[in-house]
């Protein structure tokens, strides 16, 4: 899913608002990090697939896969990459077998999530044991968020919260774009007692309410 529509003529290029989150998902890419390209990484909510055009060129040696709902975004997806792979569905719904995927990634499409704790349940589901997570959303610094009602549904101590009673540990959470984007980074532990919604209770009994606790700025 795009934060902003990127549909713009040849000659115009870009909106500056694609080329910002264009700019924040290149950022959160290079957050992967490692000295070998991951076998397989997973776009959630890929709408027209810029970020895995990055990927591309960053990752070259690894498999690129692309979930969406809007059909009309991946018919775009597929010309702009027609090496890679694309599903149409829904985060809560993958269609991918289990333990098929090394990283997972979906960047601005949190917010839209309609049931967040089973999402993060299907996520840990296709991760391979040790494989890793990045959400990244908005969420503006100095309390300016609460002027950013829209995107209140990706606040960190939810998307924390959400994480674990999926299924997912979370390593920790970081700003980007001047503390303007909150990237919550997690990973499929290696050794689990499988967290399933609706199955298995989770140890987490309550979502939480108040101010988040500090988290990394930079």
Same mark, same amino acid.
């Given at each position: 899913?795009?934060? *902003?529509?990127?549909?713009?003529?040849? *000659?115009?290029?870009?909106? %500056?608002?694609?080329?910002?989150?264009?700019?924040?998902?290149?950022?959160?890419?290079?957050?992967? =990090?490692?000295?070998? /390209?991951?076998?397989?990484?997973? /776009? @959630? $909510?890929? $709408?027209?697939?810029?970020?895995?055009?990055?990927?591309?060129?960053?990752?070259?040696?690894?498999?690129?896969? $692309?979930?969406?709902?809007?059909?009309?975004?991946?018919?775009?997806?597929?010309?702009?990459?027609?090496?890679?792979?694309?599903?149409? =569905?829904?985060? &809560?719904?993958?269609?991918?077998?289990?333990?098929?995927?090394?990283?997972?990634?979906?960047? %601005?499409? %949190?917010?839209? #999530?309609?049931?967040?704790?089973?999402?993060?349940?299907?996520? *840990?589901?296709?991760?391979?044991? =040790?494989?890793?997570?990045? +959400?990244?959303?908005?969420?503006?610094? %100095?309390?300016? #968020?609460?002027?950013?009602?829209?995107? #209140?549904?990706?606040?960190?101590?939810? @998307?924390?919260?959400?994480?674990?009673?999926?299924?997912?540990?979370?390593?920790?959470?970081?700003?980007?774009?001047?503390?303007?984007?909150? @990237?919550?980074? =997690? &990973?499929?532990?290696?050794?689990?007692?499988?967290?399933?919604?609706?199955?298995?209770?989770?140890?987490?009994? *309550?979502?939480?309410?108040?101010? /988040?606790?500090? +988290?990394?700025?930079?």
């Amino acid at each position: 899913m795009e934060l *902003a529509s990127p549909q713009t003529t040849a *000659a115009e290029g870009p909106s %500056f608002a694609t080329r910002v989150a264009d700019t924040a998902r290149f950022e959160v890419l290079e957050l992967i =990090g490692g000295s070998d /390209d991951p076998g397989t990484i997973l /776009d @959630v $909510g890929c $709408g027209d697939g810029r970020l895995l055009r990055r990927a591309k060129h960053l990752f070259p040696s690894a498999k690129l896969v $692309g979930v969406d709902p809007l059909e009309r975004s991946l018919r775009a997806a597929r010309l702009l990459l027609p090496s890679c792979t694309f599903y149409p =569905g829904r985060v &809560e719904a993958l269609p991918l077998p289990d333990d098929s995927v090394d990283v997972v990634v979906s960047t %601005f499409s %949190f917010h839209h #999530w309609e049931d967040p704790a089973k999402g993060i349940g299907e996520i *840990a589901r296709v991760l391979h044991p =040790g494989g890793r997570l990045l +959400v990244a959303d908005v969420w503006p610094p %100095f309390g300016l #968020w609460a002027l950013a009602r829209h995107f #209140w549904p990706s606040r960190p101590s939810r @998307v924390r919260y959400m994480c674990a009673k999926g299924g997912i540990s979370v390593i920790g959470q970081r700003r980007l774009m001047a503390g303007f984007v909150m @990237v919550t980074m =997690g &990973e499929r532990p290696l050794f689990e007692k499988r967290f399933r919604v609706g199955t298995t209770r989770s140890t987490v009994s *309550a979502e939480p309410h108040g101010r /988040d606790p500090k +988290v990394d700025a930079h």
